[in-house]
């Protein structure tokens, strides 16, 4: 099993990204599935998760209004729409899927399957 996160870049504060997280080897379309970062020199934190079929989502608090996840689950991916980026977002951006289905947590200890770290810069 393998999630495939992709977008990561350097943009301008203010700008957008959209990053890209596809899965192999099993379909997740019973599954949450949810998006984590980790900045340099700080702890992996929650971002925004999904449920199985899109009817539910959560946001950090400091990402609401600005990021929106959304999901394809014919196409196995989900996406985040990251929009009025700011410095502070800058980090590794972590795609994550729950093996348990239809559970929705924002926890990252649930979460057993891992992307590799797409990169997010925000200059100022």
């Known amino acids: 099993v393998q999630l495939q996160a992709s977008g990561g870049g350097l943009v301008q504060a203010g700008g957008s990204l959209r990053l890209s997280c596809e899965a192999s080897g099993r379909t997740f379309s019973t599954n949450t599935m949810g998006w984590f970062r980790q900045a340099p020199g700080k702890e992996r934190e929650f971002v925004s998760v999904i449920s199985w079929n899109g009817g539910r989502t959560e946001h950090t608090d400091s990402v609401k209004g600005r990021f929106t996840i959304s999901r394809d689950n014919a196409k196995n991916t989900v996406y985040l729409q990251m929009n009025s980026l700011k410095p502070e977002d800058t980090a590794d951006y972590y795609c994550?899927?729950?093996?348990?289905?239809?559970?929705?947590?924002?926890?990252?200890?649930?979460?057993?399957?891992w992307g590799q770290g797409t990169l997010v810069t925000v200059s100022s």
């Open positions: 994550a899927a729950d093996p348990r289905a239809y559970i929705v947590t924002t926890e990252s200890t649930n979460f057993g399957y």
